[in-house]
């Protein structure tokens, strides 16, 4: 049995167990969360989140990609969204390699550099900064006034905010 097959019980116990009844296609706070992939952060527990309440958007880092753009854009524009919330932690992953250093590694193993950028970071404060520039500075977000950067601590479970300069 592998993982997925267990998930899929899971599934069905939980389909059994779940609320009847229909949801919105927009997310009811308004919100959009970028966050990091990292297995320890539940987003919904850590923020008291609901289903249906907010957009969770998440890759490795969870820095801004032109995806991320791309799903902001929908999320704002079709969906009614207005806030970004932008979460990055303490001990990611990315801060374990080096865009050059990855890079190679790819391109030694499988012939072909990457097209896409592997955006690693050292410092996750830095970064969110830089995800909020990014953020703030695309013309397909059209609410741009009310975005907001943190760093979660994965130890203290305690969200520490970044203010932007
Ligand atoms: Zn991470």
Known sequence: MTTIDELLANNRT???AAES???DVRPRRRLAIVACMDSRIDVFAVLGLENGEAHILRNGGGVITDDVIRSLAISQRKLGTREVMLIHH???GMQKLTDDGFRAELQEATGIAPAFAIESFTDPEADVRQSILRVRRSDFIPH????RGFVYDVDSHLLHEVTSH
């Open 14 to 16: 939980y389909a059994g």
């Open 144 to 147: 741009r006034d009310l975005v």
């Open 21 to 23: 009844g229909h949801l």
């Open 90 to 92: 303490t001990d990611c």
